[in-house]
C-alpha cells in the first residue's frame, strides 16, 4: 500500500526490492533482453533514489537511456556512469547498485552543498511535486536544460537553474527549500533496508478517530494498524502553509516533550481524498501517544487533529 500517493512510489516505501541486482541480457541502448550472447559481459539493473527517480538520463560505455519508473538504469560491473537532465551532466562515477546523490559527488555528508543542491532540483523538478511518491523529471524539464551549465557548489545556483525550474511543465515554478530537500533525501536513504517492522502486540490497534478541521482545510480518518503503522484515508490538506507534519501528541498537545513528528514535511503539496501510511520512528509506538494532528512547525498551529479512541 502506498505512503503518499497511490499511482507513484511512496515516501516510506522499501528500495530493498529494487536493489536487487539482475543479471541479464541486452544490447547498448539500455533495454535489456534474453538473447545475451554467450560470454558476453552481464548487464546489471540499479536505481538511482531520491525517492525513486523516473526521467534522468544515464550513459556508460556500453549503455545509455532514462530511468525508468522504479528509478532503474543498466550497466556492466566496473563502468563509469553519467548521469544528466539536458545538458547538465552530473560527475562520472563508478556504477553501483543502489546511487543517490551522496554517490554521485563521492560524498557521505547529506549536508553538502552539492548533494543538497541536486536533491533540490531533482525534487522540484517532480512532475507532481510529491517527491515522497515518486520524482518524474518531464521532457520540458531536459528542453529546458539544453545548453545551459550548473555549478552545483555555487552561491548563485539557484539563479543558475530559475529559468529551467520556472518552465519545466511541473508543479513547482521555484527552487524548493534546502533543509526540505535534505529531510526528504535523508528519509529516502534511511528506509534503503525497508520499511520497518511492526509487531502487533498493542491493544490499540483498531483505534480510529476523524480529523477536526481547523484550517487549511484538513480532513481525513486516521486509524491504527499495527504497533508503528496508521493508515491515514480520505485526507484533505490544501498545502497552503510552511513546515507542516504530522504530529503525534499526548491529550491533544502537540508541542510538549510528548509530542513528536511522524514522516516528512507534508507542506507545499495538496491533497485531496489521499490514502497515507504512517510510519513511527524507531523507538516509538503507538502506546507514546493517544492523539494526531496535522502540525504547523513554523507556528505551533494545529491545522486539523483528532483523538484515536476504540470504537
Known amino acids: 500500500m502506498p505512503f503518499l500517493s497511490f499511482t507513484k512510489l511512496p ?11 539482475s ?3 541486452g544490447s547498448g541502448d539500455g533495454n535489456p533482453n534474453s538473447s545475451q550472447v554467450p560470454n558476453s559481459p552481464v548487464i546489471l539493473t540499479g536505481v538511482f533514489i531520491d525517492s525513486a527517480v523516473q526521467g534522468l538520463s544515464f550513459s556508460t560505455s556500453s549503455q545509455s537511456g ?8 543498466f550497466y556492466i560491473d566496473g563502468e563509469d556512469i553519467t548521469f544528466s537532465i539536458g545538458d547538465i551532466q552530473f560527475p562520472a562515477v563508478t556504477a553501483q547498485n543502489v546511487m543517490s546523490p551522496l554517490d554521485v559527488f563521492s560524498v557521505t555528508n547529506i549536508n553538502d552543498v552539492r548533494v543538497a543542491n541536486m536533491a533540490r532540483l531533482l525534487q522540484t523538478l517532480d512532475r507532481d511535486g510529491i517527491s515522497g511518491n515518486g520524482i518524474t523529471i518531464t521532457d520540458d524539464a531536459h528542453n529546458q536544460a539544453r545548453g545551459v551549465i550548473v555549478d552545483f557548489s555555487s552561491d548563485d545556483f539557484d539563479i543558475q537553474v530559475e529559468d529551467i525550474v520556472a518552465n519545466s511543465g511541473a508543479v513547482n515554478t521555484s527552487l524548493i527549500e534546502q533543509q526540505q530537500a535534505i529531510e526528504h533525501l535523508s528519509l529516502s536513504l534511511t528506509n534503503l533496508d525497508g520499511v520497518r517492522e511492526c509487531s502487533s502486540d498493542s ?5 480510529t478517530g476523524e480529523f477536526t ?13 499495527d504497533d508503528c503503522t496508521i493508515e491515514v484515508t480520505m485526507f484533505n490538506f490544501d ?14 498537545n502537540f508541542s510538549g516533550s510528548d509530542a ?8 507545499g503539496q495538496s491533497f485531496t481524498n489521499e ?19 496535522v502540525w504547523c512547525v513554523a507556528f505551533n498551529a494545529d491545522f486539523g487533529s483528532l483523538r484515536l479512541e476504540a470504537q
Do not use: W
Open 203 to 207: 491493544t490499540k490497534i483498531g483505534y
Open 275 to 293: 490514502t497515507i501510511l504512517l510510519v513511527l520512528p524507531e523507538g516509538r509506538s503507538v502506546e507514546d501517544f493517544d492523539s494526531l494532528s
Open 11 to 21: 515516501i516510506f516505501f522499501s528500495l530493498s526490492a529494487l536493489a536487487i541486482l
Open 213 to 225: 478541521t481547523f484550517a487549511h482545510n484538513v480532513s481525513g480518518t486516521a486509524t491504527i494498524i
Open 66 to 73: 532514462m530511468t525508468n519508473e522504479q528509478g532503474e538504469f
Open 260 to 267: 513528536f513528528g511522524i514522516g516528512e514535511r507534508i507542506d
Open 239 to 252: 498545502g497552503m502553509a510552511p513546515n507542516v507534519r504530522f504530529y503525534a501528541g499526548v491529550n491533544g
Open 23 to 25: 543479471a541479464c541480457g
